[in-house]
């Protein structure tokens, strides 16, 4: 099955730097790439997803590329904020068989970003 | 409008005692997953409904772990005869066929559950 590895595990940043963060994975058919910020005792939310038909996707401070060939994909922000300090996941998922609908999605381990004043 | 929510949002339990987590998805939302959240892990698949296809149960770690959907909307994951390492945080998620053939899934604030 899938398999998706994340770093840093930790990240700390001043405030108005940038923040990367690497993510691998090894199932070639994935094909769907989300990215998920996790705030202390609430559930992922959504923050910006990249298909595998496009190598790069912006969204305000945000971006995401993915490198199909070598099997990885980055989040990138900009201008960091205190407010952006949280847990971030990526996450892989490929097409069910016989259907055109995505099924379940495989996480990293996470990257605790803390940003400092 | 409203989001996924879970019930209950903490539940502390005896080891050997059987426990139902529930989920309301997004209305007309047709796919609905469960995930479960170890302390300091990522998210583990548990199992995913769509429609009124067969689910992908691929995920349960146990056979004391089930779950069903009624009528396409709610949802109950059932762990039975619990252990302390079923303790984690049980997200459920949903989401819609969308028109570019991905499903963004929108989670719920998950259920904090303690095997004591």
């Known amino acids: 099955g899938e398999n998706v590895e994340q770093h840093p595990s930790t990240l700390s940043v001043q405030e108005g730097d940038s923040a990367v963060i690497k993510c691998t994975y090894s199932d070639s058919a994935s094909n769907y790439f989300p990215w998920y910020k996790q705030e202390l005792g609430k559930g992922p939310q959504l923050i910006i997803d990249?298909?595998?038909?496009?190598g790069e996707k912006k969204d305000q401070r945000i971006a995401v590329t993915l490198n199909k060939t070598a099997k990885h994909f980055s989040l990138h922000i900009t201008e960091t904020q205190p407010e952006d300090s949280a847990v971030y996941f990526c996450a892989a998922s490929m097409k069910r068989a016989g259907g055109t609908s995505y099924g379940k999605l495989t996480f990293g381990q996470g990257t605790i970003l803390t940003v400092h004043p | 409008g409203a989001g996924v929510s879970q019930s209950p949002s903490n539940k502390v339990t005896e080891k050997g005692k059987d426990v139902e987590l529930r989920c309301d998805p997004i209305?007309?939302?047709?796919?609905l997953y469960w995930y479960r959240q170890s302390l300091g892990q990522g998210l583990e698949f548990l199992i995913y409904?769509?429609?009124?296809?067969?689910?992908?149960k691929s995920g349960l770690p146990s056979d004391r772990f089930s779950a069903e959907r009624t009528g396409g909307s709610v949802s109950t994951l059932t762990i039975q005869r619990t252990q302390q390492e079923d303790s984690a945080v049980y997200l459920c998620a949903s989401s819609r066929k969308g028109l570019a053939g991905a499903e963004t899934q929108y989670f719920g604030p998950g259920t904090r559950l303690l095997v004591l």
């Open positions: 990249i298909r595998s038909n496009v």
């Open positions: 209305s007309g939302h047709t796919a």
């Open positions: 409904f769509q429609g009124n296809s067969a689910p992908d």
